[in-house]
């Protein structure tokens, strides 16, 4: 069949494929400019990024697409296609309203800004990271505006929507004010009760490192044939289907640092592979957004690992590695340690308990920052005194205050409360898993995490982008829409008295 | 100023521009399958890489290029932009003149030859590979024969002109029958004469043998802020300008095999690296065919290494990183090891004496191959027979014998001459770089190269394409064209009683 006898449907398939794989192609860029870039390569790979974007968005504002669209709801579909053809006119449509000069302004004001902070931060010098980060933020207003009036909504949620599709910000306030207080009691009653921090320091060569996580990762059921594990600055997961890649970074004195990174992106690596495979190259094949994202890799770090039944498989693991420390491994010893919590400074060290305080403070101030009620220049006053009341210290500094954080200099707003929802999301489904799999604790203490995974493929992975939204998702898989009270309950009994 | 006031020579460095990104795209697609990628997401990377060749054969096929060639002949332009326009218009009339359809037929058929070939040579399965091979061969043909329409030469000169740009096979074989006897009787007598190999066998661990190979690699010139060493199963170097990166392997039982290679390839990645930056983005910027490239190779591994006074170098180097194998380090079992020399069936593994009758070999027979001369059915008896004749041995196989090699069964024809003329023309440029440099040797013996790679910078590296045929660009650094005396010379000198 060739192209020309193709129902619009499928013109249409064949035009997003082409998306996808430049996707995966700037992926794969992003991902080699992170682990395996001589330095002095940065402006040809950022060249190609630009080169690719360009093309990207030469096809995506193909106006013969809306014409294709058209033709294509007359056709005949079945569920998934019909999916597939709304998240295709929604990415037409928003890739149509957004000029070309605008996108362009955008991504050279947040690739700039980025740039600029990456020298910024280290030095303190929020003067200069402010003058970047205005026009970008301009910009990001601008963007946000479109964006609202092409999917009917506020320019904030118009931004959340793209790392948590339909989520509304009047949603996030419920959640957020349902759970704040609570957290800080629970904050409070913990320091006050939880016993010293096990010391676990030591000598952790990082080759043994590296075996024990990628042993855990497989355990798990990662796919190495599928799949890599690297080493990077910033650890993240990146790719789709039959390549997917995880970096992780070494403290030889310290192997929980690695090796709590790596299980989470092992959580985000396999529900990447899990995503149906016949859709791989389509919308619909994709990851329900970054809030669902964020639930795979927190229904492992937070609702698997630190518990009891993972500290027994682990111990064991840690015995095989690292022999000559076996006398700290005691589950009691490891298991105080992954749910030790702290007042602290900087989100991506904190404890799962005081973590969903960080996401509030960046998530009230960004609404603040979008509509234009918070200045940049006031912003280091306004994180402050929001850091004071919500977590109980103050930064002496902007750079572990409000220059902490890639996001927002990269233009990523709306991003940060996919991680607490994606936090919440991993109780509510963990609540289920358990409850449906008669033996769940007895299975994770002797590493069969297959059950475990299956269900998860079957409830979330393999569904890819078919329900649209992450409600649609959890009422399928759960019953019931995102409820903050699975996450209270799983933090309270955690955490509680 | 905007692309409309852009004069017609400007636009066509736009165009050609964005094909360079096009193909450093590609090349890291192809790095990371040999070095990087897990091996599932094979046929991931080979639609990435069909989807590259589809946007840029678009761009180059687009007839308004014809144009804007004509018009830009009348403008006023240095040499180095006429140069540049020169190599435009050939790549724009080769790309025009193949019908896409065969393109595409060609491509595919390449890629699965290779596959089969992967599978086959293992078993020793001629058959199977044959099958595969004879389409592709045919579809060679007939992009020789419209190449070479283009080009005003016979179908296989334009098969070679893609590695050594307007070189005719008619010289090729008046320079290898003035060597082919010479380098013959060289073996014979060589053979008969030499000592036995000296045994450096050992343990020698592949982290200080990468930390041997880089060391030699820096002291040679290679920039650690703008390239990689790696490891793949074969050696290779690819990338550009900023970016450049070899492989190697490692066989812990012996440090030469991959010191050697890693030498090797870094005369490939000096060239890379001192290429003209102005002009690293267009074809008058890139590295002179691949005859040239492996003359920089040939220089570095042949005229540079297997030498007495680098031996003096080595030596200290290997004591420091090898100090327990020390008293196996004499500079005469160094040399004697690098300059043995066997008659033996691998191409790849072959000494630098016997190398060019391998390549004589595939010469010939891939001219009767693409004149249709010579049936793929009879290629392993051929191949037998003349082996026998020029080298004195015989494969009892088909894979230690016309299956050893990726370049046919990937259609690369037209590309083994290359290694030889390389060869021959590193031999030339050492001939004059020694006389130009007072104090070569003495150098050398001390690890101070910038001079020589500095000579080669000037002479070979910084003018690209510029002079559009080797023979021009010999001209200009030596004096002459290319003279196969200076290999003899060396042959001669270096193996001759």
Redo the contacts between chains.
């Keep these: 069949m060739t192209q020309k006898t193709l129902s619009p449907y499928k013109k249409l398939e064949t035009i997003f494929k ?1 998306l996808t ?2 996707d ?2 700037s992926n ?2 992003h991902w ?1 400019i992170e682990v ?6 940065l ?3 950022i ?2 990024l630009q ?2 974007a360009k ?1 990207r968005s030469e096809i995506i504002k193909n106006p013969k697409i809306y014409d294709l669209i058209g033709n294509a709801k007359s056709e005949t579909l079945d569920k998934w296609q019909e999916a597939n053809l709304q998240l295709m006119e929604k990415n037409y449509n928003l890739a149509q309203a957004i000029p070309i000069k605008l996108e362009q302004k955008f991504i050279k004001a947040s690739t700039h800004c980025n740039a600029v902070w990456r020298e910024a931060r280290p030095n303190n010098d929020f003067k200069s990271f402010a003058a970047a980060f205005k026009p970008m933020l301009q910009l990001t207003r601008e963007m946000a505006q479109i964006r609202g009036e092409v999917l009917k909504m506020k320019p904030y949620d118009a931004l959340i929507d793209q790392y948590d599709p339909g989520r509304k910000s009047y949603e996030i306030d419920a959640f957020f004010s349902a759970i704040q207080g609570k957290i800080q009691d629970l904050v409070q009653s913990r320091i006050e009760s939880q016993s010293p921090k096990p010391d676990l320091r030591g000598h952790y060569p990082e080759d043994i490192q590296k075996a024990l996580g990628s042993e855990c990762m497989h355990d798990l059921g990662f ?6 594990l690297d080493i990077s600055t910033h650890p993240f997961c990146s790719g ?6 995880i970096t992780t970074r070494y403290n030889t004195s310290d192997f929980l640092q690695s090796l709590m990174g790596v299980l989470h992106e092992t959580g985000h690596a396999i529900y990447e592979m899990n995503l149906p495979k016949k859709w791989s190259n389509q919308p619909v094949g994709s990851a329900l957004g970054m809030a669902i994202h964020e639930s795979q890799s927190h229904f492992v770090e937070m609702q698997l690992v630190p518990t009891k039944e993972f500290m027994v498989y682990l111990q064991q693991k840690l015995n095989k590695h690292f022999p000559e420390h076996a006398d700290k491994f005691t589950t009691d010893a490891l298991l105080g340690n992954v749910t030790h919590v702290e007042r602290s400074l900087i989100r991506v060290e904190a404890d799962e308990l005081t973590y969903p305080l960080h996401i509030m403070l960046r998530y009230q101030l960004e609404k603040l920052l979008i509509s234009d009620q918070l200045q940049v220049d006031d912003l280091p006053q306004a994180w402050n005194e929001r850091m004071q009341r919500l977590l109980g210290v103050t930064p002496t500094d902007n750079k572990d205050g409000c220059m902490q954080d890639v996001h927002w200099p990269s233009g990523a707003f709306g991003y940060f409360p996919s991680y607490t929802l994606g936090s919440m999301t991993a109780a509510q489904l963990a609540s289920k898993c358990r409850s449906d799999i008669a033996n769940y604790s007895e299975q994770v203490s002797v590493g069969h995490f297959q059950e475990i995974f299956s269900w998860l493929k079957n409830k979330v992975h393999q569904h890819g982008s078919r329900f649209t939204t992450a409600d649609n998702l959890l009422l399928h898989a759960t019953g019931e829409r995102l409820n903050p009270q699975h996450y209270l309950d799983y933090l309270q009994n955690k955490y509680g008295n």
Excluded: V
């Design positions: 082409k794989i430049l995966e192609i794969l860029i080699d395996m870039m001589p330095p002095s390569a402006s040809m790979h060249d190609k080169f690719l093309i796919d190495f044939d599928r799949g890599r789709s289907m039959d390549d997917i890649r």
